[in-house]
């Protein structure tokens, strides 16, 4: 078996590598490991974790880098507008398709012991036809009646939903995407000196321009394609941002699928035209959250995204909350690597006729 954390002379890399930082790899050690083996971003998901956690965190990757005299950047990941499911029973709620569900959105609303509530961070105004997705897309719901607050669905999918998952509406656009713990949040990353901030759930550049009202020209700020709106105002919100990532798992939850591919390969290349970063994020290498290498479809994901012109391409859980950090970190740095150097001799060919 290849040892993938033994010592090969490793070459400057094109594609950067931007890694989760987590209970995975919060110990010093780990941390000195990733920035030894040539982590370029450290991201810290606001979504999770305390204050002092980041904090520690970023002091520890500066020091690391100034000794190992590498340039390792911050990057503070807003949580955003978030709709997940309220409290249910231990069990859960089973889901048949074609029965009909209430989804309430306010706790007052809530009727019967079988009412689903949705607890939310904005308002919006659900219409007859919408889907509500629920945990990742897995059960969908499709709204037949609005009564106020409360909405009845039909399922269309079955399953079994529990409390706290997560909640996609792909119809409805909310009033923005900062909310007042993005806020908060936003002001600790700007004192921890942060260089760049990703931005969730971004739909226009109305978005972006309250974020730089707020941090200026101090941080860089990435606005993460995730939700259907974002796609249609795309050039709108690229001309006002620092780069942009295209965030496949929100985002392949709220489109269909099999569009996905097509997205990601047009928005990196708009990108490279407008001459701004591309990020390319989301199970990259999910298999190595548990397993010590990764799948051969994950190995041609981001060799293809290195191939298409991305910037960089992100480690989530893999870095965060994986068995197997630095062996990530490791094998997306040698993947990399084998694909630029192909790409090099590609690019010879062709200027040598």
């Not at 399953?159 to 949040?185: C, E, M, W, Y």
């Not at 730089?212 to 941002?241: C, T, Y």
Request: hydrophobic share 40%; charged share 30%.
């Amino acid at each position: 078996m290849i040892d993938l954390l033994k010592k090969t002379p490793r070459k400057r890399q094109r594609t950067k590598i931007i890694c989760t930082i987590g209970p995975a790899t919060s110990k010093e050690a780990t941390l000195k490991k990733m920035v030894e083996e040539g982590m370029d971003y450290a991201r810290f998901n606001f979504s999770h974790g305390e204050l002092g956690e980041f904090q520690t965190w970023a002091k520890q990757i500066r020091q690391f880098a100034r000794k190992f005299k590498r340039r390792v950047e911050i990057i503070q990941d807003l949580q955003g507008p978030r709709v997940r499911v309220g409290k249910l029973d231990h069990e859960g709620r089973q889901i048949a398709a074609g029965s009909k569900v209430a989804v309430v959105f306010d706790e007052k609303e809530k009727t019967q012991r079988s009412d689903i509530l949705i607890q939310n961070d904005f308002d919006f105004t659900l219409k007859r036809g919408d889907k509500i997705l629920m945990d990742k897309g897995l059960i969908e719901l499709e709204v037949k009646k609005v009564e106020r607050k409360r909405a009845i669905c039909r399922a269309l999918t079955s399953g079994i939903l529990f409390s706290g998952k997560g909640v996609n509406l792909p119809h409805v656009v909310s009033d923005g995407s900062l909310t007042d713990k993005d806020r908060a949040d936003l002001e600790n990353g700007l004192k921890m000196g942060v260089e760049w901030v990703a931005l969730s759930f971004v739909q226009r550049k109305e978005d972006v321009e309250k974020v730089r009202d707020i941090v200026g020209d101090k941080v860089k700020i990435i606005s993460k394609i995730e939700r259907p709106q974002a796609i249609h105002n795309f050039e709108e919100i690229l001309e006002v941002s620092d780069a942009i990532m295209i965030a496949r798992g929100d985002l392949g939850i709220e489109i269909p699928f099999w569009k996905l591919p097509v997205i990601q390969k047009r928005a990196i290349r708009r990108c490279r035209t407008a001459g701004k970063p591309s990020i390319v994020a989301t199970d990259m290498m999910a298999s190595m959250v548990v397993s010590p290498r990764p799948t051969r479809a994950e190995i041609l994901d981001v060799a293809n995204a290195v191939l298409d012109g991305a910037s960089a391409v992100m480690l989530s859980d893999e870095t965060a909350v994986g068995k197997y950090p630095v062996e990530a970190l490791v094998a997306m740095h040698k993947i990399i690597e084998e694909t630029e150097e192909f790409a090099r001799g590609q690019e010879l060919k062709s200027l040598l006729g």
